[in-house]
């Protein structure tokens, strides 16, 4: 046992635990701390997997950006805890039951079909470097230039979108 | 030197989990969050497997990480459009429990 192995099963605990916790939460304000928690983990997953423009990518947009804004519309429904409704019966026991299935079997095959001679060893200096940055950025504004522009679109189409949904119509009464 | 199968079945366990706040929870919000978590399950699949296919000179085979970036911009759309979209029903209907939005009227 290694200590790159320690690193992994740590990080992974806090996790799994954080997402637990996020689903469990009655108050969905900590549901999103949970999230943040989660996130914030995973990134330290990417530093370790030698990808940190992806980890600070994920801080600043997921962590950031996107967490703040579901705080937001939380805060500004005053939905933090929803009066619980009549639905059917057997709907969470079948979820619990199915989501079950869903592990286990998803598990089973990457552990069953394991590829023994892959594996990911701790990031040399080299890899946390302007040296993988720039490599990265070769490759997204050679090879993946086309996708690049088709998201710029379509962060503008769903700026737009957002804008229109949310506008008070010229003399609607609210 | 930890085996890429790890990492996959964390991605997979974070993906059930997603999967199954999905189906339980009521708030609509949450259940956002738990699409969040899902797709961050699969950007940890994506960059583990770059990790392990590596080209020349050590670096990681980047088309894992620029997928990831792609789909962390894709996300961001959602989530702004996804939580207009919350935003409007709340105000036509003055309450988002999504059991009790089982009809396209407004």
């Known amino acids: 046992m290694n200590s790159d192995i320690v690193v992994f099963l740590v990080l992974s ?21 949970f999230l943040v928690l989660n996130f914030i983990t995973v990134a330290v997953f990417y530093l370790l997997l030698g990808a940190p423009f992806i980890a600070m990518s994920q801080i600043t947009v997921y962590a950031g950006a996107i967490m703040v804004l579901f705080l937001f519309v939380i805060m500004l429904l005053g939905a933090e805890n929803l009066a619980p409704s009549k639905s059917l019966p057997w709907q969470k026991p079948l979820a619990y039951i199915l989501a079950f299935v869903l592990v286990v079997e998803s598990v089973y095959l990457v552990i069953s079909r394991a590829q023994v001679d892959k594996f990911i060893s701790s990031p040399e200096a080299s890899l946390n470097s302007m040296d993988n940055l720039r490599e990265m950025a070769m490759t997204l504004f050679n090879q993946y230039l086309l996708p690049f522009e088709i998201t710029s679109i379509l962060l503008l189409v769903a700026m737009v979108g957002a804008i229109v949904l949310t506008k008070q119509e010229k003399g609607e009464q609210k | 030197m930890v085996p890429v199968n790890y990492y996959v079945a964390l991605s997979a366990i974070l993906f059930s ?33 770059g990790r392990s296919y590596e080209i020349a000179g050590g670096q990681p085979f980047f088309s894992g990480q620029i997928f990831v970036f792609f789909v962390i ?15 409007e029903i709340f105000k036509t209907r003055k309450n988002i429990n999504i059991d009790e939005l089982n009809s396209l009227k407004g």
């Open chain 1, 13 to 33: 605990l806090i996790a799994i635990s954080s997402a637990l916790g996020m689903m469990f939460s009655r108050n969905a304000v900590y549901s999103a701390l």
């Open chain 2, 17 to 49: 989990i997603g999967a199954l706040g999905v189906l339980i929870r009521r708030n609509p919000l949450i259940i956002f969050m738990s699409i969040e978590l899902m797709l961050n399950a699969g950007n940890l699949a994506f960059v583990a497997f």
């Open chain 2, 73 to 87: 911009a894709v996300a961001a759309a959602e989530v702004a459009v996804g939580l207009a979209l919350i935003v």
